[in-house]
């Protein structure tokens, strides 16, 4: 999936709209989604301007979810794991300049055990990475939350796309 985002998916573009600007990119997601948005951008800071998720698993090292799906794609070094955790890898890329939005709802039942976004608030915390984590009080982790939210995620991509 990395590939087809970071590589194939912008050619892609790139040769059947060649009007498009495809170095002015933007990438978000919900979820497992979310968690991959976040990697994708710290690792290649130079192709994408803003990055954005809803109800991201920020922290997969750390979470059954994580540790289920590392264990089986990655093998059981959990170093080689950090590579591919958001919380890990913004220490690691901390040359953020644009804000990273993230938007989780309050009541998602998901929020303690799995998702973890606290953990990525402090690493973004210790690496001076600009980080707005907003806590969305009556939401939980369906497409209404995502809906009810876009548009600020849209506006925040815009922004730093200096497309308003």
């Keep these: 999936m990395y590939d087809y985002v970071v590589k194939e998916l912008p050619k892609l573009l790139s040769d059947n709209f ?4 495809t170095s002015k990119a933007s990438i ?3 979820s497992m989604g979310g968690h991959g948005a976040l990697t994708i951008y710290l690792k290649n800071l130079d192709k994408y301007k803003s ?8 922290n997969p090292i750390n979470c059954p979810w994580g540790l289920k799906a590392f264990t089986n794609y990655l093998g ?14 913004v220490t690691k890329f901390p040359n ?11 009541d998602d039942k998901f929020l303690q055990d799995q998702l973890l976004p606290h953990k990525f608030e402090e690493a973004c915390r210790n690496a001076n990475v600009p980080l707005l984590l907003r806590l969305q009080p009556g939401y939980d982790h ?14 925040h991509h815009a922004q730093a796309l200096r497309l308003i």
């Design 28 to 30: 978000f997601g919900h």
């Design 142 to 155: 369906s497409y209404n939350f995502i809906a009810t939210f876009i548009d600020d995620h849209i506006r």
């Design 96 to 106: 953020v300049s644009a804000s990273i939005l993230i938007d989780q709802g309050e």
């Design 18 to 21: 060649p009007e498009l600007e």
């Design 51 to 58: 990055v954005s998720a809803f109800a991201p698993v920020a």
């Design 76 to 89: 059981g070094n959990k170093s080689d794991w950090e590579d591919y955790d958001a919380t890990c890898l």
